[in-house]
């Protein structure tokens, strides 16, 4: 018996190599994946939120990669390596690590020539973190988290609310958050910033 997924609108299927990488096989559906995987991201959080960290330190592809594989590291193999595959989104396999590059550089840019407010600066990492889609599963919770981590341990703001509601799911809170990123998509990023602060 394999690992039977159902897909809500904006979630990148996994191909079956990647399922392979399933570490408990007991794990069957959907609803138990994402309970594991909340599990995981419930921890990172706890282990990530109450420190204070340098920008230059979390603007860091190896900050970026350990990160990923702290929140899934007891689901799957693969946590915390770039994907081997192309996907339905994100820019093509071979481009990852250029265009996180691109967009480590221009985040420092940012902050360092205070061109944007921290909330728009965080926001901002977190959209392209989104559209680059490093990652086989879970770009969204690494991008809002990393965006969380930005703003609290590296500016001492308050942390993002994302619309205080369940972003894996399907609902009224998936759909507004996704509507954003298109918005952001096209360079219009007030309606991402205010979901954030929702």
């Known amino acids: 018996m394999g690992l039977d997924l159902e897909y809500a609108e904006g979630q990148t299927p996994l191909d079956e190599y990647e399922k392979e990488g399933l570490i408990i096989r007991s794990i069957t559906t959907r609803g138990e994946l994402d309970e594991l995987e909340q599990l995981g991201v419930e921890q990172a959080i706890e282990f990530y939120l109450?420190?204070?960290f340098a920008i230059q330190r979390v603007l860091n592809q190896d900050f970026i990669k350990g990160l990923h594989y702290r929140m899934f590291r007891e689901i799957w193999e693969?946590?915390?390596?770039?994907?081997?595959?192309?996907?339905?989104?994100?820019?093509?396999k071979y481009e990852i690590s250029i265009?996180?590059?691109?967009?480590?550089?221009?985040?420092?840019?940012?902050v360092e020539g205070n061109i944007f407010g921290e909330d728009e600066i965080a926001v901002r990492v977190s959209h392209r973190l989104v559209k680059i889609?490093?990652?086989a599963n879970g770009n969204g919770r690494h991008s809002r988290l990393i965006a969380d981590i930005i703003i609290s341990n590296c500016f001492g703001g308050t942390l993002f609310t994302?619309?205080?509601?369940?972003?894996?799911?399907?609902?009224?809170?998936?759909?507004?958050?996704?509507?954003?990123?298109?918005?952001?998509?096209?360079?219009?990023?007030?309606?991402?910033?205010?979901?954030?602060r929702m």
């Open 99 to 110: 265009e996180i590059k691109n967009l480590i550089d221009d985040a420092l840019f940012w």
């Open 133 to 135: 889609h490093p990652f």
């Open 50 to 52: 109450n420190k204070r």
């Open 162 to 196: 994302w619309g205080s509601k369940n972003l894996v799911r399907q609902g009224e809170a998936r759909s507004a958050y996704l509507g954003a990123l298109k918005a952001a998509d096209d360079n219009d990023y007030k309606p991402l910033i205010d979901f954030s």
């Open 78 to 92: 693969w946590a915390g390596n770039f994907r081997v595959t192309n996907k339905n989104i994100g820019v093509d």
